[in-house]
């Protein structure tokens, strides 16, 4: 499932941006990934059932048990005595739920953009139980339309907005933050994450860059990496997909929930050394009839808005092509075929292999 992974680094983004500040281990780290794999199967299910793709039934008993996943994964953040379990576990939930609006209460409350850093103490002695989220983002978007400069405003807002759904506002405020406050790890991958999340989760041309600039600056951090892998598996490079998402299993404890759900994403991609295009095609072949028209539909479907968003890549146009004609759709092909000359202009070899194409596949004129 590509939404296994997906949706929930949203969560991970409240995390990062803290990070300096909270000066936390390790064991964050690990736990922001597995965060975002768990809910995003949550997000990939809905969507899933919203195209009835599978029986309500069916989508409740898997939200059921990504639910008990995440909660796993949250659980599993640290090794503790037993007698501190319960703590531990009560303590990395309230993380998860109350770091946003903690965040929002003490910006609304005391926030402008000269005010040095207080101690991290200080900030967490604030009770975020009396601050109505609503009301506390209100009183920040009030207060940056006074003060568009302040960079910790958008900084705050992005990853919050995120967690509502409202992508567009995830992307201005990270871009504003990523602007007025300078280039980090976090800034650009909560900028990329925003990207993806505005683009129903393709990873655009804006955001592949923003999480390799992410990498760059920090190669160890579990984000971009994620995603930067999900970018070469919408591509059609499986190959790189594999490294990328390889690695990162790898370097995960085996004991963590979030690694094994990485690593079952693996092998359903075909994490053997032997994956190819044609590996792909058999196990296509070995689905039903009607299952073989949805898994193939559905790569189309995903190359297609891959294409639509950066449309530099001559192989992908060709697949693309040669894709809509075994589905017997010519005049997607052919539509596909005047994308793809426009979209290759400046490059005369791409348009030379697109004619060659529409030469050995009839579709000329």
Same mark, same amino acid.
């Given at each position: ?38 809910? +995003? ?104 339309a006074q003060h568009p400069d302040d960079g910790r405003g958008y900084e705050v ?56 600039? +992410? ?23 499986? +190959?790189? +997909? ?124």
């Amino acid at each position: 499932m590509v939404w296994l992974i997906f949706a929930v680094l949203s969560a991970a983004a409240v995390i990062s941006v803290l990070w300096p500040l909270a000066k936390t281990p390790r064991g964050v780290a690990r736990r922001e990934i597995g965060i975002a794999i768990y809910k +995003a199967q949550l997000a990939e299910i809905e969507r899933d059932e919203a195209q009835r793709l599978v029986a309500p039934e069916d989508a409740q008993g898997a939200k059921a048990e990504a639910a008990r996943r995440l909660i796993a994964a949250d659980a599993a953040n640290a090794p503790l005595p037993a007698a501190s379990k319960t703590r531990a576990r009560l303590a990395s939930a309230g993380v998860l739920i109350f770091v946003p609006v903690l965040a929002l209460s003490l910006y609304a409350t005391i926030g402008h953009p000269d005010m040095p850093d207080a101690p991290l103490a200080a900030r967490l002695d604030a009770s975020p139980a009396r601050m109505d989220l609503a009301a506390a983002i209100a009183k920040i978007e009030a207060h940056l339309a006074q003060h568009p400069d302040d960079g910790r405003g958008y900084e705050v807002l992005a990853p919050v907005y995120l967690r509502l759904g409202r992508a567009g506002d995830a992307v201005s405020a990270a871009r504003a933050a990523l602007r007025l406050l300078g280039e980090t790890p976090a800034r650009h991958a909560l900028y990329g994450e925003a990207l993806v999340a505005a683009a129903n989760g393709v990873v655009t041309a804006e955001s592949k860059q923003s999480f390799e600039a +992410a990498a760059a600056r920090d190669p160890s951090a579990a984000e971009p990496r994620f995603f930067l892998g999900l970018a070469a598996e919408q591509e059609g490079d499986i +190959a790189r +997909a594999r490294d990328i998402w390889g690695k990162l299993a790898a370097e995960a404890p085996r004991d963590m929930p979030w690694a094994q759900a990485l690593r079952e994403r693996l092998a359903a991609l075909g994490a053997g050394p032997e994956t190819t295009q044609e590996g792909l095609a058999a196990k296509i072949e070995a689905l039903p009839e009607a299952g073989q028209m949805t898994a193939i539909r559905g790569m189309v479907e995903g190359l297609a808005a891959r294409l639509a968003q950066n449309g530099q890549d001559v192989e992908g146009w060709l697949r693309l092509v040669r894709s809509y004609t075994v589905l017997q759709e010519p005049n997607k092909a052919r539509s596909a075929l005047i994308d793809a000359k426009r979209s290759l202009a400046g490059d005369p070899s791409a348009i030379a292999r697109i004619e060659a194409l529409a030469r050995e596949l009839g579709l000329e004129g």
